[in-house]
């Protein structure tokens, strides 16, 4: 059985043989919700990298300690991307943020586009992006992943071409797309783009195109916005090699 993921921030200087007490919420979780056992496997991280593995030495209401037998760092994949995702109703959005986080991704960032159902007004912002970052959170350790994708405010269509540049290459998934996913060779810090239900406009495509984005296509047919991202994320991940290996 693989053992469970818990995060905390009060891992720095961290060392095997040591003992932590996990608590707060994580450790109230452990102890409550899993009900984690003396002698069972656990794993902590910061969300920036760290991995402690030890055993559960103690079992208390609301925290659990832990006998540290290993302290790892571990690398960032070269190919680090981003979900770039359009608003949607019902909770299709939540659906492709889950989803994109267990596949790996580093950061989410929603989008309020022309044609978004949904619509985050002032008094939902906060809500919305808190909401999107607890579903991350949660997905992050159910897929034991060290590092934690950053949830960012809401983004206008304007605001997200300004972001354009910050990125190694910027895809836009578009049907009527002329390139397929396939066609552009891409590396380093890759964002993935989004479309609401009705899809992108054509003005919307045109900014982000101007901006450096790249159409893409992901063949035949059109895939559910919840759905759209994940398939072009597992094409992306699996053609770069990540699965190759279960490290």
Same mark, same amino acid.
Request: aromatic share 4%.
């Given at each position: ?85 359009? =608003? +949607? @109703? ?5 659906? %492709? /943020? ?9 950061? $989410? &960032? ?49 605001? =997200? +071409? @300004? ?5 190694? %290459? /910027? ?9 397929? $996913? &396939? ?65």
């Amino acid at each position: 059985m693989v053992a469970p993921l818990f995060y905390s921030s009060d891992l720095s200087n961290i060392k095997a043989g040591e003992i932590f007490r996990l608590a707060g919420d994580e450790g109230k979780h452990a102890a409550n919700v899993r009900r984690m056992r003396i002698g069972e496997a656990i794993q902590l991280t910061d969300g920036l990298g760290l991995r402690v593995q030890g055993l559960v030495s103690s079992v208390e209401p609301g925290a659990v300690s832990v006998v540290v037998s290993s302290v790892n760092r571990e690398a960032r994949s070269a190919l680090q991307f981003t979900l770039v995702q359009a =608003l +949607a @109703k019902g909770d299709r959005d939540e659906l %492709a /943020v889950q989803a994109a986080t267990e596949l790996g991704a580093t950061g $989410i &960032v929603p989008w309020q586009a022309s044609r978004s159902v949904s619509r985050w007004d002032d008094a939902k912002k906060a809500k919305g992006q808190q909401r999107w970052q607890s579903i991350a959170t949660e997905a992050a350790k159910q897929s034991l992943r060290v590092y934690l994708p950053n949830v960012s405010t809401i983004l206008s269509t304007s605001e =997200l +071409a @300004k972001t354009v540049s910050s990125f190694d %290459a /910027v895809l836009v998934l578009d049907p009527t797309a002329e390139k397929s $996913i &396939v066609t552009p060779s891409i590396s380093g810090r890759v964002a993935i783009v989004v479309g609401p239900e009705g899809g992108i406009s054509k003005e919307e495509l045109a900014l982000l195109e101007d901006a450096g984005a790249i159409r893409v296509h992901l063949g035949a047919g059109i895939l559910r916005t919840s759905t759209a991202g994940l398939a072009a994320i597992s094409y992306l991940v699996g053609s770069s090699g990540q699965w190759d290996t279960a490290e």
